[in-house]
């Protein structure tokens, strides 16, 4: 036993459809990986490089569970997007090579703070509290590359209250996994556990409490939460 001077954290995990739990190390997330939503968030999505920020392990929200709406925003966004989860990591990563460290995929929901990040954006600081707080990263249950294979076309979609407000196809994303993988694990060493948040598609759009969100990536999964 570790001479631990107060509780370690316990492990994040996400259920596994069929049994057992996939542990989470970090989760990494893609900016403006869909043109239309580049474009609607006012930037040119003409193949600039990807970049990446994070949300805290502990911002998994897992099991279809409820998402309180968070403090000191009044502009809580959905972004619906597609997740890997990687069991092999690895520096410097070669395209060819990425799919064959990637565990699984599951349907991931990136909530944002939208007022907070776009103050954040004109002001030139960070964007962490307008993405990586509580609870702002709902995701469903993750599927085995083995049993599913590597999407890399199918239809991504959200519902809020039962209406469509988002709707895509995994083939619009600019990077696709393969290439987020080899370019995010040139910049750091990447881990079993890693999760990536590869973008969402357009019409990303406020949320009020007492709606129920409810996301699909044919071939891969759901999410549902209903914000409190
Ligand atoms: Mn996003």
């Not at 989760?27 to 474009?39: D, I, K, L, P, Q």
């Not at 979609?157 to 993988?181: A, C, F, P």
């Not at 044919?218 to 914000?227: A, D, K, L, M």
């Amino acid at each position: 036993m570790a001479d631990y001077v107060i509780s370690p954290p316990a492990i994040t995990s996400v259920p596994v459809k069929g049994g057992g739990n996939f542990p989470i190390r970090r989760v990494f997330c893609v900016g403006r990986n869909y043109a239309e939503h580049a474009r609607e968030m006012g930037s040119d999505p003409d193949r600039e490089p990807p970049f990446f920020f994070m949300k805290p392990a502990d911002a998994l929200l897992l099991n279809d569970g409820d998402m309180p709406y968070p403090p000191q925003s009044t502009q809580l966004h959905h972004e619906m997007e597609l997740v890997v989860a990687l069991g092999e990591g690895g520096s410097n990563i070669a395209e060819a090579d990425a799919l064959a460290h990637v565990w699984g995929y599951a349907a991931g929901l990136d909530m944002t703070r939208r007022d907070l990040q776009n103050a954040a954006k004109k002001e030139g600081k960070p964007w962490d509290m307008g993405k990586g707080f509580d609870w702002s990263a709902p995701i469903g249950l993750m599927v085995p590359a083995s049993k599913i294979g590597h999407p890399s076309t199918g239809l991504i979609e959200l519902k809020v209250n039962g209406k469509v407000r988002q709707t895509s196809d995994l083939s619009k994303m600019i990077w696709n996994v393969s290439e987020t993988i080899a370019y995010l694990s040139g910049l750091v060493k990447l881990a079993p556990g890693d999760l990536i948040y590869t973008g969402t598609p357009e019409n990303v759009a406020a949320v009020q409490r007492g709606d129920l969100l409810e996301g699909v990536v044919e071939g891969v999964g759901s999410v549902r939460t209903r914000i409190t």
